[in-house]
């Protein structure tokens, strides 16, 4: 199974995925912001990086130029609740910047681990 690193500044979030990742049986590592998911990033492998777009400290579209900067073969998914916000697409923004795969918030079980697996599938 895969090793994965989530991002998100709601707790909520964060504790929700890391269960259903768990019990599809993937090891998940959480950061409540892009500073330190990004820190997280560089000190360990993951397989998948899962990112919230609307951030403090650092925005989804930040960190996923700042990862593909390091690494250009690790999928990511780019998740967000904001949709539009003054005319701008985050989750449009996030594919254009290099996001494997995008979903919105709020999103069921079964629309994350597909949304991982097509990832995951792209993976190398």
């Known amino acids: 199974m895969a090793h994965i690193l989530v991002i998100d500044d709601e707790e909520l979030s964060l504790f929700t995925m890391r269960e259903i990742l768990e019990e599809a049986g993937h090891t998940v590592v959480t950061a409540g912001d892009g500073m330190a998911g990004l820190?997280?990033?560089?000190?360990?492998?993951?397989?998948?990086?899962?990112?919230?777009?609307?951030?403090?400290?650092?925005?989804?579209?930040?960190?996923?130029?700042?990862?593909?900067?390091?690494?250009?073969?690790?999928?990511?998914?780019?998740?967000?609740?904001?949709?539009?916000?003054?005319?701008?697409?985050?989750?449009?923004?996030?594919?254009?910047?290099?996001?494997?795969?995008?979903?919105?918030?709020?999103?069921s079980e079964e629309d994350l681990l597909n949304a991982l697996a097509v990832c995951l599938e792209t993976d190398g």
Do not use: W, Y
Not at 78 to 107: C, Y
């Open 39 to 107: 820190a997280l990033q560089g000190a360990q492998a993951f397989d998948l990086v899962i990112t919230d777009m609307v951030m403090p400290h650092k925005e989804g579209v930040q960190l996923i130029v700042e990862i593909r900067e390091r690494d250009s073969r690790i999928p990511i998914l780019a998740i967000s609740g904001s949709g539009r916000s003054r005319n701008t697409d985050f989750l449009e923004l996030a594919r254009q910047h290099g996001a494997n795969a995008v979903l919105t918030k709020p999103f």
